[in-house]
Structures are given as structure tokens and as C-alpha cells.
């Protein structure tokens, strides 16, 4: 969290961390699905955008709610990049482990942000575990990137 939002959140009561995440995930689902997509798909995609902008700033959503629509955009994230792997498979015959990659970090992120709303008595564990992986694909993501994907078998 950036110094300007804890003073914001200091200053009228208010924590905008999960606002800040929440268009973060948009703004990487909108990333991720705007060049696959026709005009009109882009436009409906902007309108539910600033919708969803209006929403998350004027309404006071709960944590399990912030939890919940997290957890929704990644899962349309995990299933953009598992449409991408499959397709690249079934088309070249090849695997990519870039993409492979991908959809288990973000496998990680959905199980890390399902076990908060879903409550384990201890997930620190848990939480210690995936953020190690998590670290590992980071490490794999700072050497490999998409147009050069390393090996490929």
C-alpha cells in the first residue's frame, strides 16, 4: 500500500487497499483480453469498466465481497490463459512452459485469496507455502517471458 492511500484512509476512515487491488485486476483482466476481441467487445468491455469503477467507489462492500470479485476476475484470468495454453497445444502440439506457468501462479493466488474468505483456522501455513511458490514463479517469470517462452517441449 502506497503512503497516499494510508494517509487517505488516516485522514476519512476509509481503507481503499481493496479498491486498489480490485482495479489493479481489472485493468489486468482488460490487458489480457483487449487485443483478442472485436470493437464491440472492447466498447462493452470499457462501459462495464467505469460501471464497475461508479460501483466499487460509491458502494461499501464488505471484505468476503472484495474477496469475492478478486477471486472471480482471476478465475476469468486463469481461464483467458488456460484457453491460450490449450489452443497453443492442440494447434502446434507443443507445451509451453510460460503459459504452464501462468496458469499455476494464478491457480496459487485463487487457492491464496479462497482459503481468506473461506476462513482455515490456520492458514499461515497456507499462506507461507504459496507465497514461497509464488516466489519461485517470479523468479521463473524474471528469466522466461512469453515471446521467449525457454523450452518448449
Given at each position: ?21 480490485l482495479i ?34 460509491t458502494i ?94
Amino acid at each position: 500500500m502506497d503512503p497516499v492511500s494510508i494517509l487517505y484512509g488516516e485522514i476519512f476512515n476509509h481503507d481503499i487497499s481493496f479498491n486498489y487491488y480490485l482495479i489493479g485486476n481489472y485493468l489486468l483482466l482488460t490487458s489480457v483480453i483487449w487485443n483478442k476481441n472485436t470493437s464491440e467487445i472492447k466498447y462493452s468491455l470499457l462501459v462495464v469498466g467505469i460501471f464497475f469503477l461508479i460501483l466499487i467507489y460509491t458502494i461499501n462492500f464488505s471484505i468476503n465481497d472484495h474477496l469475492l470479485i478478486i477471486i472471480i476476475i482471476q478465475t476469468m484470468l486463469l481461464l483467458a490463459f488456460l484457453k491460450t495454453f490449450i489452443v497453443e497445444y492442440a494447434f502446434n502440439s507443443k507445451l509451453n512452459y510460460f503459459y504452464l506457468a501462468l496458469v499455476f501462479y494464478i491457480l496459487t493466488i485463487i487457492s491464496k485469496f479462497l482459503i481468506v474468505l473461506i476462513g482455515f483456522v490456520d492458514a499461515t501455513a497456507f499462506f507461507h507455502f504459496t507465497t514461497i511458490v509464488q516466489i519461485l514463479f517470479g523468479l521463473y517469470f524474471s528469466f522466461y517471458r512469453e515471446n521467449k517462452p525457454g523450452k518448449i517441449v
